[in-house]
């Protein structure tokens, strides 16, 4: 173990906000040389905290009690990849950060526009930090749209390199996707293969989302998009 990091300082600073299997994890990924230090607290999403590490790097800690664990078991059966995955809490928290992991490697391997995931530990997940100085990129929700259709169509691509990779993303609308120098797909815990039996149901809803949204600015139709996604035809 590195002498130089002090679990007892961690808990010290941290402790008020995280319970101790989150602080083991994130000194755990301190030695393991994938974190040196946390910057501050950014974010706060549904179920996780997201926080800027480091240079460049972000961590996401899934919250280890507030979590709707039957709507988390609902996205996690069906995968052969969790199939092993017990019920108790702990275990569908950590399958769920891995899950994660996973699914934004596969999403980078088929060129979607996505933070790069680096690590996983317990329920913290290391991922590339999107933004700059610190600061997360807007949600597309509250950013500035200069160019809606140059958006959506990324949206578009993005939606169909995620589903060449075999992959939906379940959870997809203008909360879950930033803008910065082009757009970036977030949260991919709830992502699914295509063998999930709710993946075509997941993935309309999704492409209703992201149509709902941009329709203030542009004329978009979720029938004809869905079908050219599912024909893997360019926008
Ligand atoms: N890689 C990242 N870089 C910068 N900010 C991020 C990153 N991932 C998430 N965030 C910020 O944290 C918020 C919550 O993250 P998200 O993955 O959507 O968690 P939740 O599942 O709790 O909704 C996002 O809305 C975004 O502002
Ligand atoms: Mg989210």
């Given at each position: 173990m590195?002498?130089?990091?002090?679990?007892?300082?961690l808990r010290k600073t941290w402790g008020g906000i995280f319970d101790d299997t989150t602080i083991f994890a994130i000194y755990r990924l301190m030695t393991r040389k994938k974190i040196k230090k946390l910057v501050s607290s950014i974010k706060e999403g549904k179920e996780s905290l997201v926080l800027a590490a480091d240079d460049k790097i972000a961590i996401k800690v899934y919250a280890t009690k507030s979590s709707n664990f039957k709507r988390m078991q609902q996205y996690l059966i069906g995968d052969p990849r969790f199939a092993k995955i017990k019920s108790n809490k702990r275990s569908i928290i950590f399958a769920w950060c891995q899950k994660e992991y996973n699914?934004?490697?596969k999403a980078r391997a088929h060129k979607v526009s996505c933070p790069k995931p680096i690590a996983f530990q317990s329920n913290v997940l290391v991922m590339e930090f999107l933004g700059k100085n610190y600061e997360a990129y807007p949600r597309l929700k509250d950013a500035d749209i200069k160019n809606p259709k140059k958006a959506f169509d990324q949206v578009y691509e993005n939606l169909r390199k995620l589903y060449n990779a075999g992959l939906?993303?379940?959870?997809?609308?203008?909360?879950?996707?930033?803008l910065g120098d082009k757009i970036y797909f977030i949260d991919f815990s709830q992502s699914v293969i295509l063998a999930h039996p709710d993946a075509d149901k997941f993935l309309e809803r999704d492409i209703h989302n992201v149509c709902k949204f941009f329709s203030k600015y542009l004329t978009v139709d979720p029938v004809?998009?869905?079908e050219k996604i599912k024909n893997d035809l360019s926008i």
């Open positions: 590195d002498k130089t990091i002090d679990r007892s300082e699914n934004l490697l939906v993303h379940a959870d997809l609308s203008e909360y879950n996707i930033l004809k998009i869905l």
